[in-house]
């Protein structure tokens, strides 16, 4: 069974511009969540759909955005971006939301911002 | 405000010895919680989980006990290998927003680099 997919693996962006990053869940989870990996910070919850909406969203700015397929896949867009957005995105994926839930990470995709 | 708390930011173990990570949280509404393991440059791989109605879990080389009245939890992993050295990350998640009905999110801790020497 494929795991999360996450496109593109490895990207460069230049301050002000805006860059789309892809998820594929595991097959059968209805359920994707986006997380930022950075040094300073660690790992950092950004947001969380299920079956196309938004269930739960971190304290990010709005220039971070993200949306869910009816086949379950997903993206997050940042716009304007910022040398502080050098990071790792984690997209997750579970089955669903409840109690219980074990979540399984892709590979990320690593965006450098100049 | 750091919900979880990893206090050590490194630990060095001798092969087929124990290794124990330890994980402190402060949010008594967390009820769930997770260890994954991360290589440089990759995701984190789950682990193991633990939730609220237990104190132990086991599965094969790796023990997560969880102590509610000190809000800490701990993953033992016995025997420990050179291919267990990578970084350690606990999570917590639960009905922490009000109304809130989802366990989609995690709050991790900042992660402990495990080190086991052959």
């Known amino acids: 069974k494929a795991g999360v997919t996450q496109t593109p693996r490895y990207l460069i962006k230049t301050r002000g511009q805006q860059v789309t990053l892809s998820c594929s869940p595991i097959s059968g989870h209805r359920s994707v969540s986006w997380y930022q990996q950075t040094p300073g910070q660690g790992l950092q919850f950004l947001f969380e759909?299920?079956?196309?909406?938004?269930?739960n969203k971190g304290n990010f700015p709005g220039r971070f955005s993200g949306r869910q397929f009816s086949n379950s896949r997903s993206e997050m867009n940042v716009s304007t971006l910022e040398l502080g957005d050098s990071a790792l995105y984690l997209c997750a994926s579970s089955l669903g939301t409840g109690y219980g839930n074990t979540i399984y990470f892709g590979e990320g995709s690593w965006l450098t911002v100049v | 405000d750091q919900q979880v708390k990893q206090n050590s930011p490194s630990l060095s173990v001798q092969e087929g010895r124990i290794s124990i990570l330890n994980c402190d949280y402060t949010n008594s509404m967390f009820d769930y919680f997770l260890w994954y393991k991360k290589y440089p440059a990759e995701g984190p791989t789950f682990l193991i989980s633990i939730s609220s109605i237990k104190d132990k879990n086991e599965d094969g080389r790796f023990t997560v006990f969880l102590n509610k009245s000190a809000k800490h939890l701990s993953l033992h992993i016995v025997p420990s290998q050179p291919g267990d050295s990578a970084v350690y990350f606990c999570a917590a998640s639960g009905r922490v927003e009000a109304g809130g009905t989802s366990y989609g999110k995690l709050t991790f801790g900042q992660g402990t680099i495990l080190t086991v020497h052959p």
């Open positions: 759909y299920f079956s196309e909406t938004q269930r």
